[in-house]
Structures are given as structure tokens and as C-alpha cells.
């Protein structure tokens, strides 16, 4: 039992490799996204700064990953996808797979939302609109902003991304 959980106590610094989101260190063509010491010292300015930067979303989504609370980021994603949508068709089948995967009691990837949220969210998906999620999205981003945000900047994995861009910028101004 023991050897089963084990896994589970390094959790936030588990991560085996966070390069998937990286621009590829190898390829030094100007046409070739370079991410920077700034861009990755921004993310910590604010929670909005990492979340809508093109490697900032997924680093975040790998270091939830790692904690076991993934479900919250893609619930967020799934939330601004539901807000694009135009047909009330799509808007309806759409709110539906994401109330049954998030919202719903017992849901296979439930977030955590207080009774009253859940319950106005829950009925303002009878007639989806495009803002009927707006609630139960905001107090998701607000919890990992208030908790998740702060331990990604602290973890491991977010310092070593900060040093490897930096050594990327040397590597570069040499």
C-alpha cells in the first residue's frame, strides 16, 4: 500500500517533463517562437498573464496534472470554448457534456463548487445562453488563482522553466 501512494506524496514536483510546451531548444531559426526570461517572469505577475500566454496555459495544465487537479483548468477551457459558440443547438449539446463531466453531483471529473453555484448553474442551463457557465467559471478560476496559481510559481517545475529560458537567452546574446 505504501509503494501504491508513494506516488502520490511528491506530487507538484513529479513532473517528468514539462518540454512538451516549450519551443524546441534545437531549432534556432528566427521564424522559431523563442520563449523568454521575461515572458516567464511575466506569468507571475498575474494568473491571467500565464493562463493566455501560448506556453503558459500548458505549462499550468501540466503542473495541475502533477497535482491531480487538472480538472479545474479544463473545465475553465471547456468553459471559454462553450462561450464561442453561436447555434443554440451546440450551445445546448455542449452545456450538457460539460455539466454531466464537471458540474453534476458524482460527475467523473467534478469540480469543486459551493450548493448554491452548482444549483443556479444547474438551472441556468435548462435554456443555455452563452453566458450560463459565467458563475461556476469565475469561482474556478478565482480557486486556482487563490491556490493552484501560488504553488505553480513556487514548484519546481516553474523555476526550471524560468532557468532554462534564461540559459536559452545566454546561449542566444553569446
Not at 524546441?24 to 528566427?30: D, F, K, L, Q, V
Not at 464561442?84 to 454531466?100: H, P, Q, R, W, Y
Not at 488563482?145 to 553569446?174: C, T, W
Request: proline content about 4%; aromatic content about 10%; some cysteine.
Amino acid at each position: 500500500m505504501k509503494t501504491r501512494l508513494g506516488c502520490l506524496s511528491n506530487k507538484s514536483d513529479s513532473y517528468n517533463d514539462f518540454s512538451e510546451f516549450l519551443p524546441p531548444a534545437h531549432e534556432t531559426t528566427a521564424r522559431c517562437l523563442k520563449l523568454s526570461t521575461d515572458e516567464v517572469v511575466r506569468w507571475s505577475e498575474s494568473f491571467d498573464q500565464l493562463i493566455s500566454h501560448k506556453y503558459g496555459l500548458p505549462a499550468f495544465r501540466t503542473f495541475l496534472k502533477t497535482e491531480f487537479s487538472d480538472e479545474n483548468i479544463e473545465f475553465w477551457m471547456a468553459c471559454e470554448e462553450y462561450k464561442k459558440l453561436k447555434s443554440s443547438t451546440k450551445l445546448v449539446s455542449k452545456a450538457n457534456k460539460i455539466f454531466k463531466e464537471f458540474i453534476d453531483v458524482q460527475a467523473p471529473r467534478e469540480i469543486n463548487l459551493d450548493y448554491r453555484t452548482r444549483e443556479r448553474t444547474k438551472e441556468s442551463l435548462a435554456d443555455p445562453t452563452p453566458n450560463s457557465l459565467n458563475e461556476a467559471q469565475a469561482k474556478i478560476y478565482s480557486l486556482m488563482e487563490k491556490d493552484s496559481y501560488p504553488r505553480f510559481l513556487r514548484s519546481k517545475m516553474y523555476q526550471d522553466i524560468v532557468n532554462r529560458a534564461h540559459a536559452q537567452g545566454q546561449r542566444r546574446s553569446v
